[in-house]
């Protein structure tokens, strides 16, 4: 039996959008089209929307132009594949490039407090990564949501290490009414 990693020794690099023929293929939308640490991964963790982890060994990978396909082991008919949709997939950190002085991985900003000039605006629950900007979705203490495009004129400071983001005004806060969705009891 393979032992799963921890979450935080992995990163999100996609999500399962479907079942992919008959033999149990799945077909991943990669949160980056551009990222091959997907490809390279002989091991993934998929992460349910209840937080269960399952690690599995990569047999094939393949990109196609809506995504990449992968065959794992475990998952041999479509029932497997199509029970694991929507699932998060996770690779571990070691497969990344290192990252220079400045730089993070959006999915660390997940937890981090946010604060502006004026005061303490939330925690990052979600990332959003939309065709023309990365935003964090922000929960505040009432449990309004907001989202932050993350672009230099909103954002003065991100420490990783201290789970912080700092705004440089509230000017780029986009109230949200959108409800987030919660894990579901089992």
Do not use: N
């Not at 799945?26 to 990222?35: K, N, S």
């Not at 008919?77 to 694991?84: C, F, K, L, S, T």
């Not at 699932?87 to 290192?98: A, H, K, N, Q, Y």
């Not at 989202?147 to 780029?172: I, T």
């Amino acid at each position: 039996m393979m032992s799963t990693p921890t979450l935080s020794a992995t990163i999100r690099v996609g999500r399962i959008a479907r079942a992919h023929g008959v033999s149990g293929e799945l077909e991943v939308r990669p949160d980056w089209a551009e990222g091959s640490g997907l490809l390279d991964a002989e091991q993934i963790v998929l992460e349910s929307e209840t937080g269960e982890l399952e690690a599995l060994r990569v047999r094939r990978s393949r990109r196609t132009p809506k995504g990449v396909l992968l065959v794992l082991e475990g998952i041999d008919d479509r029932d497997a594949a199509e029970a694991r949709r929507g699932r998060t997939v996770r690779v571990s950190r070691e497969l990344l490039p290192r990252l220079a002085d400045g730089e993070y991985y959006l999915c660390d900003l997940v937890g981090a407090d946010v604060s502006a000039p004026d005061g303490h605006v939330g925690k990052v629950v979600e990332v959003q990564m939309y065709p023309s900007v990365d935003a964090v979705v922000i929960e505040s203490a009432d449990g309004r949501s907001f989202e932050q495009p993350l672009l230099d004129e909103w954002v003065a400071k991100v420490d990783v290490a201290s789970r912080r983001v700092e705004l440089a005004s509230r000017d780029g806060l986009i109230e949200s009414d959108k409800p987030r969705p919660r894990p579901r009891a089992q």
